[in-house]
């Protein structure tokens, strides 16, 4: 079984960083998803993560789905570390969604 390290960020929050860096409102389910992507690229970018991290949908033990910024992989074909950071690493990006504590590992989803 696949698991990420890494904090958890909803479809709700990631549209919203979207539209609060100046992107447009989604028409469509493609422009949905394209803002996803565009939300948690600038977050990683913004954050010095991106060249070290991945954008994954995981499962949470409850059985809810979100979206995962992963900076470590139980699978070396994912090309990630197999353990978690060290906290320098995630700081900034664990103080830019106000959370607490280290990554938590997630299953594939």
Not at 50 to 60: A, D, G, H, N, Q
Not at 77 to 101: C, F, M, N, S, V
Request: with cysteine.
């Amino acid at each position: 079984m696949v698991k990420y390290c890494g904090y958890l960020v909803s479809d709700s929050w990631l549209q919203q960083r979207a539209l609060d860096v100046g992107h447009s409102p989604p028409k469509t389910f493609e422009d949905r998803n394209s803002m996803m992507l565009l939300g948690s690229r600038d977050l990683m970018a913004r954050t010095g993560v991106l060249p070290y991290t991945s954008f994954r949908r995981v499962k949470t033990p409850k059985g809810k789905y979100f979206w995962c910024i992963a900076f470590a992989c139980n699978d070396p074909w994912e090309q990630l570390p197999t353990r978690a950071p060290l906290e320098e690493k995630y700081k900034a990006l664990k103080e830019a969604l106000g959370r607490e504590g280290p990554p938590r590992w997630y299953r594939a989803g």
